[in-house]
């Protein structure tokens, strides 16, 4: 047990000497959040907005005034017509029109929206947010009722998915580069033969950053909560305990990776393209999963960090128990062991 307790001191003071490593374990989380939370935003705010009205009356005053007092619309200027509406957008000096039509107020008459479809996303959430706040409650009709996100706060959505990308990286990657390094350097066959079991000394490798990973977790979760005011209705306990099966899941895979790749670059390199792309591409944590074409759907079906985006997402925001996540937690239970058993069985077939 001191052999074993010996190794993990020194791995752990390998991280720890490594300013760069240190950077990037810690670095990363704390950019990745403050840009997803505050810079790369898909919430709608000050859409330049042209007002087209044939005759003034009350109610159309009142739409207008309530576009103006929303914060998500400012109002640029207001036409008489929608051919000059559509000039001023295709000149990039708006983004949004919209046309009263001259019988609005006695509600024989709508409205329609011009809009900038450069970005198909975004032009269909602004006609959404102008719809809702044209079509105001009090005149009866509509009535739009937001759970868990009212504000339609874009945060909500990328904490999770930025806790499945980061978790997954730094277990995954940085294992992987660690085993690999000592392979390189070729220092791994010193450590063989020492009277720590083979399998000890790779479990001692991982223990360090089984705690950089917990450590980042709890840094993810308090940034979320107290800087980005994204709330944890679920419970602690049950976040943590899936967080553990899943980066153990991650370790296993970089285990996995280390067995494959001879140097550092080729190590770093498969991290990239099995790890970084499939998770953001694929996961759900930028594009839903369900607007994929099918083969795309089936792809995403075997990566990891959709399931655990998905229970993070029910758990934090919506307060849901762990029955409603029962199914996540399968399937990344039934991956940890996969990967953990493939990953052991070849690293043990190397040795022989």
């Known amino acids: ?189 010193v450590l063989l033969v020492s009277p720590v079991k083979p399998l000890m000394i790779i479990v001692a490798k991982a223990v360090p950053y089984l705690v950089l990973a917990f450590a980042i977790l709890l840094t993810i979760l308090g940034m979320a909560r107290w800087v980005l005011d994204v709330p944890l209705n679920g419970s602690m306990a049950w976040i943590v305990v899936i967080s553990v099966v899943y980066i153990v899941l991650a370790l296993s895979l970089g285990l996995l990776i280390s067995n494959v790749a001879r140097t550092q670059l080729v190590a770093l390199l498969l991290s990239a393209m099995v790890l970084l792309m499939p998770i953001v591409m694929l996961s759900g944590m930028m594009f839903p999963v369900e607007s994929m074409p099918r083969v795309l759907q089936w792809v995403s079906a075997v990566i990891p960090p959709r399931y655990y985006i998905d229970a993070m997402r029910k758990l934090m925001i919506m307060g849901v128990g762990i029955e409603q996540v029962a199914r996540e937690v399968a399937i990344l239970v039934g991956m940890t062991l996969a990967l953990l058993t493939l990953a052991l069985k070849s690293f043990n077939n190397r040795l022989e």
Request: glycine share 4%; proline share 3%; aromatic share 8%.
């Open 1 to 189: 047990m001191n052999d074993f307790s010996s190794f993990v001191l020194k791995e752990a003071k390998h991280i720890v000497r490594d300013r760069r490593t240190m950077l990037i374990l810690f670095g990363m989380p704390l950019v990745l959040m403050l840009l997803f939370g505050f810079a790369i935003t898909t919430d709608v705010r000050n859409v330049r907005t042209v007002v087209v009205t044939s005759q003034v009356d009350h109610l159309t005053r009142q739409a207008v005034d309530r576009l103006a007092a929303s914060t998500y619309f400012t109002i640029t200027a207001t036409v008489a017509t929608p051919a000059d509406a559509e000039l001023l957008i295709r000149s990039q000096k708006a983004d949004l029109a919209v046309v009263f039509s001259h019988d609005f107020a006695s509600r024989h008459g709508g409205v329609q929206f011009i809009v900038d479809g450069s970005d198909p996303n975004m032009a269909q959430q602004w006609t959404n947010y102008a719809t809702q706040t044209l079509l105001n409650p009090e005149v009866g009709l509509v009535d739009l009722k937001l759970l868990y996100n009212p504000q339609m706060r874009s945060a909500y959505n990328f904490v999770p998915a930025i806790m499945g990308m980061l978790l997954m990286l730094v277990c995954a990657m940085m294992t992987s580069i660690s085993i690999v390094r000592e392979k390189e350097k070729g220092t791994m066959e």
